[in-house]
Structure formats: C-alpha cells, structure tokens
C-alpha cells in the first residue's frame, strides 16, 4: 500500500519544501492541490513552472495525484466558487479550471485528477444536469490527455456518497475515465454502510484514496484516533478490492503543524496495516 500526503495539510510551507518534507519522512506520493501557494494553474510561466515540479517529483521519486479543491483560487471572495452545479454559462469558470488539471496532470504524469460536485446554488432546481454537462467538457479533455479523472463524493454537495457517484456515472453511460476518489473519513460521516463496506463497494471504480479520521454526521477531517474510524479493517478491505493507487493524508487544516502531524500520520498508518 503506498501513503501519499495532501499539500493542502502544507499550506505554510513552499512546495518544494513540502515535498522534501513529505518524502523525507517515508511517503511515496503526494496529493497536490492546485492552488494559488503551490503550483498556481494561473499563475506566470506556468509551463516552466510545471517542468520544475516535475524534476522536484522526479528527484524525490513521488507519485503524484492532482487535487482541485483550492478554496479561492476561482472567486477571492466566495469560497469554492463557481461550481459544476452552477448553470453552464456560469461554470464555465470551474471547467476550464478543471481542463487545465488535466493538462497538467498529464504533463506531470499523475495517476488521476480528482474534483467534486459543489453544493445546489439558489434558484438551480435541478443540479444534475448542469453537472452532467460540466463533466462531459471536463471528460472530453480527459479523453484527449489520457487522463484518469477521479471523482470525489463529498458531504453536503450534491454529489455526496457513492450512490450519488453511480448515479452520475450512470447518466454519462459508464465513461471508463470516470474513476471514484474516496474519502475514508467521508464513508463515516455519511456513508450507509460501515466503513469497510463502504470501501468494497467504491473498489469497482476506485482510481484515488484519501484518508482521515472522522465522526458520524459530522464533515470534520481528524488526525488518526481523534475520530471513530477502526482503521485495520478499513485497510483491509482496501487490500481485497485490490486498489493499487495512492491512499494520500488529507488534513487541511492542520498546515500549523504539518511536519509533526505527517510524521505521527505516517506511523499510524504503517503500524494499522501491520
């Protein structure tokens, strides 16, 4: 099983310390959200900025998925805004973001880009259309890059278990680049079924993994033992699914303290698959 560690858990430090960081203490992937701090899909010389991310990877030899959840990087002031649940003209914002993920996960050689619904805006009665729309562009892109898309149920969006994922799935006819990111902690805080359950019935379609702990009904991510999550028979099941991509930390909020809390994460996890 290979660890990876989300760069929005390093939010304080420059990337390439980050991924020094991160590989130094045993990780083998990163989880790299794009964002105005790290590699800024509309930041200057982007191009350039890329090739050096990619000798950063290359040198430090970490696999790489491409995360999308930058909070302001589309709207200064309106967090995660315009959404794929937004009316086309309005998302359009949010697709072309999507589009260059894709562009640069397939310079970068990145196993998957992964990205969520959004939540229903005011006035929008019915969301999936407008997001059936938005992935489609968002596929076609894929489609033409090679790319791997991996996408995220989250609680309170629209699209917020893995019966939602089907659901989307289904009303694309199936695209085989239309993989499912799943979240552990999210399967807790929202999922039907126990969280090993969970896992086996996203392992079909499984093309990214993040975990975290976390508590029922509540969207917290929480370091390893803080929540309610039995983690061996999580792992487990990930095992029987035969899952072979990365299962990357994802703790947002806890930049404050990244390379503690990466260390002690890291340790859990090796001694929860023991």
Known sequence: MRFGYGTNGFANHRLSDALGVIADLGYEGVALTLDSGHLDPYGPF?????????RWLDRLKLSLVIETGG?????????????????PDQAAPRVDLLRRAVRVAAELGAEAVSFWSGTRPPGVQDGWDNLAKGVEAVLVEAETCGVTLGFEP???????DIAGYERLRGMLGQPARLGLTLDIGHCRCNEPDPVPEAVRRAGPYLVNVQIDDM?????????????EIDFPPVL???????YQGLVSVEL????HAA????????????????
């Open 236 to 242: 487990a099941a990930l095992t029987e699914t035969g």
């Open 215 to 227: 508590r029922r009904d509540v969207h917290e991510h929480l370091e390893f033992g803080e929540g």
């Open 154 to 160: 989250e609680p309170g969006m629209l699209v917020e």
């Open 252 to 255: 947002p909020r806890h930049s």
């Open 259 to 274: 390379p503690v809390v990466a260390e002690r994460s890291l340790r859990f996890l090796r001694e929860a698959v023991s």
């Open 71 to 87: 909070r302001y990087v589309l709207d200064p002031v309106h967090k995660h805004h315009p959404t794929l649940v937004h009316p």
């Open 46 to 54: 982007l191009s350039r900025r890329i090739a050096q991310v990619g």
